[in-house]
């Protein structure tokens, strides 16, 4: 069901996606953040597009997005309502030119993930939901979304990273006696994996991922049944001081995910 703040997220993932398109080519000119993330000037004006529509659309809202240092975590704390924005997910497969990336849109209301829209540019699918559940658009075609029914770990379907693929995430897979896997670019395609049935488990042993890589992903993943924490198994936290999670992702589609958490939590250290 669209509601209007659904509706509106949708019209802007699309239009940025369009944008996007528009200039889509391998062998753009990069520049490295301090933490020596990959950004394009694309990144930064499809962010600085989609903050000044959300400001214009609802100019009593906290708006944290990644291109932008408009980050204060004691506001943050304290709003009632927050949109995160991650224009690009999957910058590092956007310079590549192979279509792993999304935009992303995620609404939280004290402090809880309610809405989240992720749209990948090359497919046009859109993968959104709100409190009345969750779907996927692709063209003319709309269907509502639930997380897998798996309740083996092993026969469980990885989805894993591309580009941030490290030994903590290895042994993690090995440790769960994982066989299959699904490589993909961005966090947000990656939960579009969970919620299409096409995987069961992804798992992030990194510190990288930040607020606005997981705000809409989640809000999805939770309407279609799914669960998302730390490797700690605690629910993420988008009130606290730091943008980083610190203690990496587990999303499962939640039948096995205290077990899954168990085998694996002290495979990867806190910072």
């Not at 995160?84 to 209301?109: H, K, Q, W, Y």
């Not at 979304?145 to 693929?165: E, F, K, Q, W």
């Amino acid at each position: 069901m669209l509601d209007s703040e659904t509706s509106f997220a949708c019209q802007l993932v699309t239009e940025a996606g369009q944008r996007i398109l528009s200039d889509f080519q391998p062998g753009r000119p990069v520049s490295y953040k301090p933490d020596g993330e990959p950004v394009t000037d694309m990144d930064r004006a499809i962010n600085t597009f989609l903050v000044t529509e959300l400001q214009r659309r609802f100019p009593d809202d906290l708006i944290i997005s990644e291109e932008a240092e408009d980050d204060d975590a004691r506001r943050r704390a304290l709003a009632h309502r927050v949109w995160f924005i991650d224009p690009i997910d999957g910058t590092r497969e956007f310079i590549a030119g192979n279509g792993e990336f999304s935009v992303m849109i995620g609404l939280c209301v004290e402090g809880c993930p309610v809405m989240g829209v992720v749209h990948q540019p090359t497919t046009g699918k859109t993968w959104y939901a709100n409190r009345h559940g969750a779907w996927l658009t692709q063209g003319n075609t709309c269907r509502p979304l639930r997380v897998s029914s798996v309740n083996h770990i092993p026969d469980m379907t990885l989805a894993a990273s591309r580009s941030h693929r490290n030994r903590y995430l290895t042994a993690a897979a090995q440790r769960l006696g994982i066989q299959k896997e699904i490589i993909s670019g961005s966090g947000g395609l990656k939960i579009g994996l969970l919620v299409e049935q096409r995987a069961d488990l992804f798992i992030s042993a990194s510190t990288r991922s930040k607020l606005w890589d997981t705000a809409g992903p989640e809000a999805i993943l939770r309407a279609a049944g799914g669960v998302l924490t730390d490797f700690q198994g605690r629910p993420l936290d988008y009130r606290q001081p730091d943008l980083h999670h610190r203690a990496g992702l587990i999303a499962s589609n939640g039948l096995q995910h205290a077990a899954i958490v168990a085998q694996v939590r002290d495979l990867f250290p806190l910072a």
